[in-house]
């Protein structure tokens, strides 16, 4: 029989090496993020033997990336009629954002038509704020992609989803399957097919899994549709496929494209040669960025003595790089039920950088400001000593214009940090260095102009950025106090996959059955200490959009649960500690004490 382990999926699976997350310095932080990262690129020499093991550089991966740069290829070869679809839920459609703007980039870089396009649950304005709950919508899902691909002849749709879990995906997936003439579909995530997420969807036909079987079934006899779920190994922090699972889909479709588009290039045909050198060239991004351990260890002792003073980060990227940036900050509130305010990105050249469909979005609210400019006119005057400002730039910038934007927040704050790439011809000047608190520099070796090498570079720096600040992020929250070993206690539940999770948090550490956790997740929700019988049995759905106006619910329900006690006494006794994840350690003592181990 299956332990109860090998049930999880391995993107919602707490990483064994991280259980002391919480209790890290900010080196020991970075040294586990360092080696669970380097977990993507392992072999399949080092998969357990009893999983279905498929790893990033298993021959099976790379064979059907290969074929999937065939069908991409294909595509391209007449980009005026074909397009290339991706999609995702939150990170994973910023991510799928993106790739499309790049490599639309790339093919008006070689005088041919853009024939990406991105579909993302929530719409653009998923880009920059999380709008977590359309995620649970496959009809959504499905009618966006018809909209996108209306007078399109062929169509390669490619759905993300790190978990094999989102029903917005799985909407699309059913849609492509049913029409195979038009559609090739591939299904991109990180767990087997075995541990797609079973679950019926609410007001649908089938799980997720039930498509990702008919993905797999067809992907045997076609190449209409594709299976590709390499192993990555679990999340450092519990379930936050934000940080490998987005890494390793940032991975694989550069990887992907790019074998493709030097193969159109060249004329030839893709070649698995090409897909591993890719491969390997990303893995050595691994090595280059955490060669930089020590500075980004600062980096993150910064932001976290930030966070801990309720001060802010405030990210200022240029070009793709703010992207980023934008995209980590965005992750914030979902993950760690941050204010949206905690961590925000401006872009240099704001909405025209970004360039999104929907333009300038601006005006639906001040967490929709994105420029320098607005940094400069709404964030500025009132910036403290415990704020952070990071800038992100390259030495392709340029170097007076960063540096007349960092002596403008250096007169205000001494607190301000750099992450600069560069490579190792390129030298930052030493008064724009002298600037800086903290600098994390990272060097690369000098690449040849050719047009390819040109973008590999900029998805290397992109990828290392990335890390960088998923570190920064992380590390800035662990030491708020929200983390409890390596799982995230106070997420924001706004969708079901995170009412799921919610769950199998209050069991394994309050030791309770999964029925009582519910029922005082319900009682936390609904802040009454009597559920009815109709609320109990209501979809998960209606309890979400209840959820959406509290605060603190997991970590209130796990008090009550501990301490035995209402909703009230655990609100209160929350309150009493500034640290969330103190507070829930005084009940975990308290409940010791209870019922000492004999
Ligand atoms: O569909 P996936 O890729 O597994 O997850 C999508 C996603 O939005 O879900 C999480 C929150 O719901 C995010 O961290 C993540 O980006």
Known sequence: MAALEDLVPHTERANPRTHGLDTASPSQLVQLLQECDLEIFQRDDKATAAEEHMTLFGESTIRLMTDVAAQAKIILENPENNAIVLSGCGTSGRLAFLVAKSFNKLLQDCGRSPCYTYVIAGGDKALITSQEAQEDQPELGSQQLREVTMDKKMILFIGITCGLSAPFVAGQLDMCLADPGRFTAVL?????????????????????????????????????????????GAEALTGSTRMKGGSATKVVLETVFLAAHTALNAGVAVSPSCVRECLLSYEAVHKTTYACSPSIAELVHRCGTSLQQAGHLYYLGWGTLGIVAMIDASECPPTFGADINDVRAFLHGGYQTLGIKEGDVSSKGQQFFLSHEDFKKNILPCLTDWDTVILIFTGDDDQLEVRCFAETIRARSPHISAIVHASSEQHLRGELESLFATIVKVTWPTISSHKMDHYLKIFHWELSTKWILNAASTGAHVAKGKVLHNFMVDLKVSNKKLFERALGILQKFTGQPRKECLKALLRCIYETEEISEETSNADISRHIQVIAHKEKVVPTAMVALLCDCSVTEARRLLSERRVIRDAIEHCLDLRRERTPIV
């Open 188 to 232: 991109l995530g990180f767990n087997p097919l075995s541990l797609a997420r079973t679950t019926k969807v609410e007001g649908w036909h089938s799980s997720f899994a039930q498509v990702a079987e008919r993905i797999h079934s067809r992907s045997i006899s076609t190449t209409t549709s594709f299976l590709l779920n390499p192993l990555v």
